[in-house]
């Protein structure tokens, strides 16, 4: 099954601004959207961002999402330690009529 | 205490079934739908189905079709996921969570590790 495209690594120093790509097609992230999860290794994902870019409750500033047609991004900035994990971005495909999830982007803060 | 609870992790054979349990507390059970996801060893998400705690409505994802079941009971706000058939690729976290639309998962449950090997 198709899914999104993220990049599997990005690497950032502390402090600066991680952006975080994930591309779809009309189908999906260009249809309505991306949400954005954070995976620490050995726990459950965590919700960062609604397909409308808002945040949940509970979720840093720091943390913004976007789209440009396809493509869905994830900025955080004044990176910390504990930002460094997995991160994966989800949409309703209208097409195969069900959710696809990209691969993820392991994201290190140096 | 807003949560979901599953069931504990699973030593299953090859063709052998599972049925995992997920428990809902804290919240209006039918206010939100339940949708399951696993993650296999070392790997990303795999969205796997959803269900309608509202009126048990279903979605599965194609590869999961035949092999699936996803049921609630309203009465203890549980849900409940059942694998048939399971094989050695099956081995995962499978993980279920609760969403007001189908890809915006607010709450997970701790996720639940099934084990299939002869």
């Known amino acids: 099954q198709a899914g999104l495209t993220q990049p599997p690594s990005v690497s950032e120093g502390l402090r600066q601004t991680a952006t975080l790509t994930c591309t779809g097609n009309?189908?999906?992230?260009?249809?309505?959207?991306a949400a954005w999860l954070q995976q620490h290794q050995g726990h459950p994902p965590k919700l960062l961002s609604y397909?409308?870019?808002n945040r949940p409750s509970g979720i840093s500033d720091r943390i913004s999402a976007s789209r440009s047609g396809n493509t869905a991004s994830l900025t955080i900035t004044a990176l910390q330690p504990e930002d460094e994990a997995d991160y994966y971005c989800?949409?309703?495909?209208?097409?195969?009529?069900?959710?696809?999830f990209g691969a993820g982007t392991k994201l290190t803060v140096l | 205490q807003v949560q979901l609870v599953q069931s504990g992790g699973e030593i299953k054979k090859p063709g052998a079934s599972v049925k995992v349990s997920c428990k809902a507390s804290g919240y209006t059970f039918a206010s939100y739908s339940i949708t399951w996801v696993r993650q296999a060893p070392g790997q990303g998400l795999e969205w796997m189905g959803w269900i309608s705690t509202y009126n048990g409505n279903t979605r599965y994802a194609q590869k999961f079709q035949d092999r699936v079941t996803l049921t609630i009971d309203t009465s203890t706000g549980t849900s409940y996921m059942e694998v048939r058939g399971l094989r050695a690729d099956d081995t995962a976290v499978y993980y279920c969570?609760?969403?007001?639309?189908?890809?915006?998962?607010?709450?997970w449950g701790q996720g639940t590790l099934v084990t299939v090997s002869s």
């Open positions: 989800a949409a309703w495909d209208s097409s195969l009529r069900s959710v696809v």
């Open positions: 009309s189908d999906n992230v260009g249809n309505q959207g």
């Open positions: 969570a609760r969403g007001v639309l189908l890809v915006e998962l607010d709450l």
């Open positions: 397909t409308s870019n």
